[in-house]
């Protein structure tokens, strides 16, 4: 069983609506968990991090984490074409940070 | 500010052939350094990070290897290339002490021929 699982999509959605995109992980030694976006031909860089269970808010962005069922959400509201790009989650462990395979989405004009 | 450079940015190689990646990073002192490949339908899989000079944790054996002989340089070789060894690769940093952000490099495209 892999760490770090997440559907790889793609994911397609309309301009304005709710994307929920989502992870699921097995080891409990993970302490920070992350979003990262990564645009075509591009480094991933950070989102977002929470540290706890619960939600985390950052303007259209909504991070959740729920550490009994070791799954974590990102929930983005009022989608735009500029939120096009692969999306992944990533979890902290020792001086590691390991990834997900990362969704490709798609908001549609 | 910090900055982190990765070179080349293309690479076209045939099989059996070396490799030498190179990543450097300014602006900052004893990072933690780290090598990535993102390939299709893979992800982005860890190979190798460093958490200091001359130390070296590898994540992926075979027919890669990395080296840090300085403080803010690392570098990932091959005596002889894969054709499994195309992909995306990804240098990043992140300060020691900081679990959770790592600031990536440019890449590398290469493709094995």
């Known amino acids: 069983q892999k760490e770090v699982e997440q559907d790889p999509g793609p994911l397609s959605v309309p301009e304005g609506a709710i994307v929920s995109l989502n992870c699921t992980y097995s080891n409990s030694a993970f302490q920070y968990f992350m979003w990262y976006r990564q645009y075509s031909r591009k480094g991933p860089e950070l989102l977002m991090y929470?540290?706890?269970?619960g939600n985390k808010e950052d303007g259209r962005f909504t991070a959740q984490v729920d550490k009994s069922s070791k799954y974590i959400s990102l929930f983005i509201r009022d989608s735009q074409p500029s939120d096009s790009a692969t999306y992944l989650c990533a979890m902290s462990r020792d001086d590691k940070i390991i990834f997900g395979k990362g969704t490709r989405l798609h908001i549609l004009p | 500010s910090q900055t982190i450079h990765q070179w080349p940015a293309t690479l076209v190689q045939p099989v059996g052939s070396p490799l030498s990646l190179e990543c450097t990073v300014e602006?900052?002192?004893?990072?933690?350094l780290y090598w990535y490949r993102q390939a299709a339908g893979r992800g982005l899989q860890l190979l190798f990070y460093s958490v200091g000079i001359g130390q070296i944790s590898s994540e992926v054996p075979q027919n890669l290897s990395a080296s840090r002989p300085q403080d803010r340089q690392f570098i990932l070789s091959s005596k002889k290339l894969l054709l499994s060894d195309s992909g995306f690769y990804l240098c990043?940093?992140?300060?020691?002490?900081?679990?959770?952000?790592?600031?990536f490099g440019p890449g590398t495209r290469l493709t094995v021929t």
């Open positions: 602006g900052t002192s004893n990072p933690n």
């Open positions: 929470t540290y706890s269970s």
């Open positions: 990043a940093w992140r300060i020691a002490g900081v679990p959770y952000e790592q600031y």
